[in-house]
């Protein structure tokens, strides 16, 4: 990496209340606000080191880091997924035999090819986010932590944070990134701090030894495990960084668990059928390695889980060879998605063999719909973006200037986004 000061642009404030980070690697972290990035990774930087604008010169920027106080989102009914894995958060407007057409929170139309599409899930769009952070004085931090663009610690000793209430179903993420060994603890929709108190709550901890996701309670068993991975450690991130989606429904005792925005693990069922559920407002963060081993908790999201869909969304793929469809009840159909008409509300015409000449269903009573064929092999792109309303594509090369990110996406073609809508860009291993 090469630096220069390059521009003048005036005498700085002493320090940005809101900042842009650029990670460098080994190099380190950069932190201002991003004018501009080339095609050749150029990154024209706005920093309080300098009254000039920086010209940071690097082949290899690990990822870039956009101001969370400038993200916006905008609520969309479907979540399509394409079959190389991308993700977008999208209004749809119509389907034919060739493409579908929809809108995102970032353009006014797109067009895939039906061919491209994974699957497409309805009624996504009723989540309401309850919290966005962390911010500075908004948890309660021990001495063994601190705030810088996250919550960072080097103790033992937990950050935690009392909520208002948990929505009988909620969505808990967040992303832990460590310095040295990971170790960390996060106990939610606890009554407890620190989870030694008898106490109904869910743990996630995750260190050397792997993952486990558990159930306390204050039964004659205290802790329940729901998920372990103990052949999933630190090491399986190259970027010592893990971005972590819990998906709680308390009323079906049904959760769900993603990681790095990957579903690992669908219906989870907790084996308490009866007795009292986990009721708690707190969620609190413990760092569990050792004393010279840094954990930092960054981007916690909590958002309830609203849709009537969710349950029917669950659904696994049946077969490959012919769409299939399950309404919001999980009732099943194979056969070919004919369309998706626009009107007061989408139409979806779905023909099965049992029933030659069907009517169009209201989008209203369809969960997801699995469009047919195997998926292809990965996306093999350089880049992964990060969008707002779980979303997420890979490019090969981008740039930015003015505030807009162009690119072109090899099922989408030219992509202009506003970078509010960007949480994140990661360059990603290859090889």
Not at 120 to 145: A, I
Not at 187 to 205: A, E, H, K, P, V
Request: aromatic share 8%.
């Amino acid at each position: 990496m090469r630096l220069f000061s390059l521009i003048s642009c005036g005498l700085l404030p002493a320090f940005l209340l809101h900042a842009d980070e650029v990670s460098l690697g080994a190099m380190g972290k950069m932190t201002g606000k991003i004018k501009s990035v080339s095609a050749q990774n150029e990154i024209l930087l706005q920093s309080p080191l300098s009254e000039n604008l920086l010209l940071l010169q690097c082949e290899n920027i690990e990822s870039i880091e956009f101001d969370a106080a400038e993200k916006t989102s905008s609520p969309t009914n479907n979540l399509l997924y394409l079959k190389n894995g991308d993700v977008l958060a999208a209004n749809v407007e119509s389907l034919d035999a060739t493409q579908l057409t929809f809108k995102t929170p970032w353009s006014e139309k797109l067009q895939v090819a039906r061919t491209a599409i994974d699957s497409l899930h309805f009624g996504t769009g009723e989540n309401q986010v309850l919290y966005r952070g962390p911010n500075k004085d908004d948890w309660e931090l021990s001495r063994s932590w601190r705030f810088d663009n996250g919550l960072v610690s080097q103790g033992w000793t937990p950050a935690h944070r009392k909520f208002d209430s948990f929505p009988e179903r909620y969505i808990l993420t967040f992303t832990v990134e460590w310095q040295g060994n990971v170790g960390f603890k996060c106990l939610f929709n606890s009554n407890s701090i620190d989870g030694n108190n008898d106490n109904n709550c869910y743990i996630m901890q995750f260190n050397s030894a792997g993952f486990e996701l558990k159930r306390q309670s204050t039964g004659s068993k205290k802790y329940t495990t729901l998920v372990s991975y103990n052949d999933f450690d630190g090491e399986d991130f190259e970027d010592n960084k893990a971005n972590i989606e819990i998906r709680v429904d308390r009323g079906n005792r049904v959760m769900q668990l993603l990681i790095n925005d990957k579903l690992k693990r669908n219906n989870i069922i907790d084996p308490m059928e009866t007795g009292p559920m986990p009721t708690g407002n707190i969620v609190s963060f413990t760092a569990t390695a050792g004393n010279e081993d840094t954990q930092t908790v960054s981007n916690i999201l909590l958002s309830s889980w609203g849709s009537s869909s969710a349950e029917a969304r669950m659904e696994k793929r049946t077969e490959s060879k012919r769409d299939v469809m399950f309404d919001i009840e999980s009732n099943r159909s194979s056969g070919e998605l004919k369309s998706i008409t626009p009107g007061k509300e989408l139409q979806v015409l779905f023909e099965n063999p049992h029933d030659p000449s069907p009517k169009p269903l209201p989008a209203s009573k369809i969960a997801v719909i699995y469009f047919s064929g195997e998926k292809p092999k990965k996306s093999e792109g350089l880049f992964l973006i990060k969008l707002q309303n779980h979303g997420s594509l890979h490019v090969n090369s981008f740039t930015l200037e003015e505030g807009v990110l162009q690119a072109n996406h090899a099922d989408l073609g030219e992509l202009r986004i506003k970078v509010p809508m960007i949480e994140q860009i990661t360059r990603l291993p290859q090889g």
